[in-house]
């Protein structure tokens, strides 16, 4: 297989830079410690503005490996335990909601299994449009870092999907009070990360992020997406791994 870079540690992060840049790993670790770029790292805006990765080449004397158009990302959900749960992969938001209600169909009273169905579908269509798409146009959603879609609130929200949590709370898209299935999810389910291998939309975001990682973990600069799945599913063979958290 050819490089796929990735996040899924501090490790994983630094040698994916060092691939990126085609340098030693020991040029990203000066890089991290270099007076200017510490300096940076203490503004957000800065790290996300393109000056940041120009400081970063000048720095390196290289530039990143725009060739490279894949990297792994990280989609946060719940599973039953088996990898089998996956083996049509990752689809996208109107057919992935769909088919997750159908595998927790067992735990929806009957008499309430239609209307779970129905009322998911228009609210994915509803945030789809916000987005200015439609339902079969957008997801699956995944962060380009494991932290981000593990540990940090942004990602582990989506261990329950979105959809599914307005069927009973009232955010605006969803009318609420239909059924709280949050808490059978919870109990019955393992909360996973799936760590796929996806098309960049943004190569330089990309890196950004990697370093925003890097240079301020506890920060939200690296809770960036540079992977638009645009309804289109991830099959089987790109998932990378199936991470229990």
């Not at 085609?22 to 200017?36: F, T």
């Not at 228009?122 to 945030?127: E, G």
Request: hydrophobic share 40%; net charge negative; with cysteine.
């Amino acid at each position: 297989m050819s490089f796929i870079p990735s996040c899924d540690n501090k490790e994983d992060a630094i040698q994916s830079l060092a691939e990126i840049y085609s340098v030693p790993v020991k040029e990203i670790e000066r890089i991290l410690e270099h007076p200017d770029i510490v300096e940076i790292a203490k503004s957000n805006t800065e790290l996300s503005s393109p000056f940041f990765l120009f400081v970063i080449s000048q720095l390196l004397q290289a530039y990143p490996r725009y060739e490279l158009t894949h990297a792994a990302y990280y989609h946060s959900t719940s599973y039953d335990g088996c990898a089998s749960w996956f083996d049509e992969g990752l689809l996208g938001s109107s057919a992935g909601i769909g088919r997750f209600i159908e595998k927790i169909s067992g735990w929806i009273p009957e008499e309430k299994r239609e209307s779970v169905v129905r009322e998911s579908r228009r609210i994915v269509a509803v945030r789809s449009g916000f987005e200015g798409s439609t339902a079969e146009g957008t997801g699956p959603f995944a962060w380009n870092t494991l932290a981000a879609a593990s540990s940090s609130e942004n990602g582990i929200r989506y261990q329950v999907p979105e959809a599914i949590q307005d069927l009973w709370g009232r955010s605006g898209v969803g009318h609420g009070g239909l059924i709280d299935l949050g808490g059978v999810i919870r109990e019955k389910l393992k909360p996973v990360v799936v760590k796929f291998k996806g098309a960049t939309s943004d190569f330089d975001a990309y890196c950004s992020v990697l370093w925003a990682y890097l240079l301020c973990e506890k920060g939200e600069t690296h809770l960036t997406h540079t992977f638009i799945g645009n309804g289109v599913g991830i099959p089987r063979e790109s998932i990378l791994a199936i991470i229990d958290v």
